[in-house]
């Protein structure tokens, strides 16, 4: 089956530095690769999605996500941090060996501190 | 257009008892999928939907079930309720289930709390 991996539990940014959350994946052939943001008590939004294409993929708020073959990875990132950025981050793969059906990381917590 | 929408939003029961989650998905969105989030296990598949047919389950036990109407709405159903239920139950929906590259649109979820 395919599935993403989220190395880090916690990450902490001061306010305008840039931020990095880090997913490496596990799939075979060409991967969807998807990142979603969950702010407390409420549903994950949908922020970026890397089909096919350029490895840079721009999504919502200001973020973005490299993809990066070679090395499997696909990390979110942003270039100033905002302290609303605050919340648990999943990165997804769409597996689709298995119905397609959406398998999700353990989850970030980014904390971007004044 | 309005979003993915889950009812109720909050609920307590106690255990041995049975309840049901509903969930509209995006007027259009054929493909409904309900996920369980807690602490300890993160986000869990429960199982999808797509034309009033279950595609797949997740490794959840038989309590769980659910079904989808025609018009793409659906509802879940735990029965026999235990303490280990207490979770945020995520509803998702998309276009297409078979298309890789749609994305999921998740409703705000309904907190099950289990006494």
């Known amino acids: 089956a395919q599935s993403v991996a989220q190395p880090e539990d916690q990450v902490n940014v001061a306010e305008g530095n840039p931020l990095t959350v880090k997913c490496t994946y596990s799939?075979?052939?060409?991967?969807?690769l998807f990142w979603y943001v969950q702010y407390p008590n409420r549903g994950l939004q949908f922020l970026l999605k890397?089909?096919?294409?350029?490895?840079l993929v721009k999504g919502s708020y200001g973020f973005e996500a490299e993809f990066n073959k070679s090395q499997t990875s696909f990390h979110l990132k942003k270039p100033s941090a905002l302290v609303s950025d605050s919340a648990l981050y999943f990165c997804?793969?769409?597996?689709?060996?298995?119905?397609?059906?959406?398998?999700f990381g353990a989850g970030t917590r980014l904390t971007v501190k004044p | 257009k309005a979003g993915v929408t889950q009812t109720p939003r909050y609920l307590i029961k106690t255990r041995g008892q049975q309840v049901t989650l509903s969930c509209s998905p995006i007027s259009g969105h054929r493909s409904v999928s309900w996920y369980q989030q807690t602490p300890g296990q993160g986000l869990q598949f429960l199982f999808e939907y797509f034309s009033e047919t279950q595609r797949n389950k997740g490794n959840f036990p038989g309590r769980f079930s659910g079904r989808q109407f025609s018009n793409s709405r659906s509802e879940m159903n735990v029965s026999t309720l235990e303490l280990g239920d207490s979770a945020l139950y995520l509803c998702a929906s998309s276009l297409v289930s078979r298309q890789g590259n749609n994305e999921q649109f998740f409703g705000p979820g309904t907190r099950l709390t289990v006494l």
């Open positions: 890397y089909i096919t294409g350029d490895n």
């Open positions: 997804a793969v769409r597996d689709i060996y298995n119905n397609n059906d959406m398998r």
């Open positions: 799939v075979s052939g060409n991967p969807y």
